[in-house]
């Protein structure tokens, strides 16, 4: 199954997409996407029931984070209690390794996004600052990338020996599904997803359309 | 950007920012709710809906949008500090409509600091300064809601 791992909603300061129309727009565009992961900015989304929308149009509709880091941004999945209370989701500054330790230890998932994002991307702070030897996992293909960013997170990634999974990073409506990641198991909820993540059974896979 | 992308003092600064100005009222104004300027507002946006163009119609009301249009004398606490660098964005206004705003509605605004935050992207690191203008009308009832984001960045 196909999920895009990296979506913004209204919930977002900077999202201009509700749930709703994502799901339209997936339905109507007929796009491969068997759901989405909703990562709002900078918090933890506690609040947002998305079941009916999941019921109604056939979709798998997860919520995680987006969270900022030293070293850039972080996806965080299987966000719980926790987690919430182990560092600021609000702070642009928390620390990498002490983000994936404590996904770690409270059951998540955490993994750099668009890393090859110069300047302010995972890559360009390894040059700056070293390399964080807890990462495992990053995002190789981002829907907001420009030409030259993704390809440098697919080379580094490998350099590494990172996995790499794909995410669209929209928020618009138009701009869901560009990026994805292919799952060799079926995903129904956060806790199975975390479980995919670390099983490693996954791949990014690009749905943009040709120019 | 530069290498102190989310660097601990621009957060301290914010922090200290928040905890001083989110939340108090910095200013307050008074407006009249004029037909002439709501039908320029409407005309200004684009609006057809008779509700909003037309005197005459008998629902004829502010545009929802109408008070963002209304600023207040200060756009900032009078001592507030120089935080996020002196560039200056306009990042955009909220409304949340409560009630119509009808012609002659005495409108009184209540201008705080609703948030202070940053985000990093591209561009570096920005800051966010949200003004909320909150309005009640004559008979103290709530009517709008504007949120105004204000971005700083180096």
Sequence with gaps: MILDLHTHSVRSDDGRAKVDNYCQWIRKKELPLDGMVLTEHRQWDDTSDYRDLEDRYGLVILKASEVETDYGHV???????????????????????????????????????????????????????????????????????????????????????????????????????????????????????????????????????PV | MSDTEGTEPASTEVQEAKAKYVGFVFDTATFTAEQDKMLAWAESVGETDPRFTDPSNPDFQAHPTFTASLVSRRVLPEDFPKIGGPRGIDGGKAVVIQQPIRPGDRLKASATIADIYEKTGRSGTMTFIVQRMSFVNQNDEPVSMVDWKMIRNP
């Design chain 1, 75 to 209: 996806l965080v999945f299987g966000v719980n209690e926790d987690l919430v209370n182990s560092f600021d989701f609000a702070r642009i500054d928390n620390p990498l390794p002490e983000v994936l330790a404590a996904a770690e230890r409270c059951g998540a998932f955490a993994a750099p996004c668009h890393p090859g994002r110069r300047n302010v991307g995972l890559f360009a702070h390894y040059e700056r600052k070293g390399v964080v030897d807890a990462v495992h996992t990053v995002e190789v293909l981002n829907g907001g990338s420009i030409p030259g960013e993704d390809e440098l997170s697919v080379e580094k990634a490998a350099e590494h020996g990172y996995r790499g999974f794909g995410g669209s990073d929209s928020h618009i409506v138009s701009r869901i599904g560009f990026c994805a990641t292919e799952f060799d198991d079926t995903v129904t909820d956060i806790d199975g997803l975390v479980a995919a993540l670390y099983g490693g059974r996954f791949r990014a896979v690009s749905l943009r359309e």
